[in-house]
């Protein structure tokens, strides 16, 4: 298995624009979870699905970021509009439930100017 | 929710010397506690975990303790290399839903 695959490496978008970021969990994992972070706030858990099934958003930080995950296998998290301080690393992680180990996409890196 | 505290934000040791990392965590019912290695522009790896029914476990140079009544974990690192030198982050997973809460990390430092 290639692991957790995020795509793009690395986004460079202006203010006000979309900003789509995606995951592919490894096969077989069925809880994924996303995660910002930055030096001030560490790794900050946004999202999390359990079998595609959102379980706890609380993390979003504003309407403005939305998550989704049609199925097994692909994940999108979205910032619509975008901000400056929306700029950070984007982690993509997926493991199989309960106690095991997660493992990390390579992340995204967004910058908005 | 489930809120896990590390202190300090930065440790700094000399090589071959050993290097205690602390957390704290406060729900009860948290029941395993990873511990993640971030070296720069890479992403965070599994180093050691410890489940809640062991009190403590060794992988060659590092262990993690865990004391469940204070509600606090710790990673140890004897003998530090430059190659230590990272981020590390203390987590924990929570309920039968299993969510993973991360601490905010810790720069360790091995100095030459």
């Known amino acids: 298995d290639a692991g957790v695959i995020q795509s793009p490496r690395h986004e460079v978008t202006e203010m006000g624009q979309e900003v789509t970021l995606r995951c592919k969990p490894i096969s077989g994992h069925n809880s994924l979870f996303w995660y910002r972070q930055t030096m001030m706030r560490g790794l900050e858990l946004l999202i999390y699905?359990?079998?595609?099934?959102?379980?706890?958003d609380s993390g979003m930080p504003e309407d403005r970021f939305s998550a989704k995950m049609p199925n097994a296998s692909f994940s999108t998290l979205k910032i619509q509009p975008s901000e400056p301080r929306d700029s950070a690393v984007y982690f993509c992680a997926s493991k199989i439930q309960r106690n095991t180990e997660a493992f990390f996409g390579q992340g995204t890196r967004l910058t908005v100017v | 929710g489930e809120n896990v505290e590390q202190h300090p934000s930065t440790l700094s040791v000399q090589e071959g010397d050993s290097a205690v990392i602390k957390c704290t965590y406060s729900d009860s019912a948290s029941n395993y506690f990873p511990w993640y290695k971030q070296e720069l522009g890479k992403r965070p790896q599994l180093i050691i975990d410890?489940?809640?029914?062991?009190g403590e476990k060794k992988d060659q140079r590092i262990a993690v303790t865990l004391n469940k009544t204070a509600k606090h974990f710790s990673l140890h690192i004897t003998e530090t290399q430059p190659e230590d030198s990272a981020v590390y982050f203390c987590?924990?997973?929570?309920?039968?839903?299993?969510?993973?809460?991360f601490g905010k990390g810790i720069t360790l430092s091995v100095r030459p």
């Open positions: 699905f359990n079998n595609n099934v959102p379980i706890d």
């Open positions: 987590a924990a997973i929570t309920g039968a839903n299993s969510k993973l809460t």
């Open positions: 410890i489940r809640s029914n062991v």
